[in-house]
């Protein structure tokens, strides 16, 4: 595997995907376990002395071993525990691959994260739009006294003259 190539976010998915994996095994360990304890001819009391059961004694202990394991589901167990190992060694290198791989993100981008940038970006926004809003009051007070001077300009030529 390329972690050190691979962003944080498809090595997200990536252990998402073991994670699965992980659990479904460890679902399968718990299933085998299951059967194996629920095998009547494993809690069977009048089991043969050798501990075998329905094993033909031919004197080849691996047959005999083989159709015991068989019979309580113990090759299941073993692949499940096997599957269970490898999806969990899968997920701890992803897991250790994401430090890396955000030390790399941090030395190819600026060291500010994005969220940073963002802010950074919106403050300079809200900067140049209080200085906007502080240009227009400005003009808007001179219009408003603009117009006082105008009202009183006209208020001024309607009074009556007296003479």
């Excluded at 031919?58 to 073993?78: C, F, K, R």
């Excluded at 981008?109 to 802010?119: C, G, R, Y």
Aim: aromatic residues 4%; hydrophobic residues 30%.
């Amino acid at each position: 595997m390329e972690e050190t190539n691979k962003s944080t976010q498809e090595l997200a998915i990536e252990g998402q995907k073991y994670l699965e994996d992980t659990i479904e095994s460890a679902f399968q360990i718990l299933s085998s376990m299951n059967d194996e304890l629920c095998n009547p001819h494993f809690w069977s009391t009048a089991s043969p002395p050798n501990g075998h059961h329905h094993a033909p004694n031919n004197g080849d202990a691996t047959s005999s071993d083989t159709t015991h394991q068989s019979e309580t589901g113990g090759g299941a167990l073993d692949e499940a525990r096997i599957r269970h190992r490898s999806s969990v060694a899968a997920l701890r290198s992803v897991i250790n691959a994401i430090p890396n791989s955000r030390k790399a993100k941090a030395y190819d981008n600026d060291p500010m994260s994005t969220d940073e940038l963002d802010a950074e970006k919106l403050e300079e926004r809200a900067s140049e739009l209080r200085k906007e809003l502080e240009d227009k009051n400005k003009y808007l007070k001179l219009l408003i006294d603009q117009l006082r001077e105008l009202i009183t300009d006209i208020s001024t030529w309607q009074s009556p003259v007296a003479v």
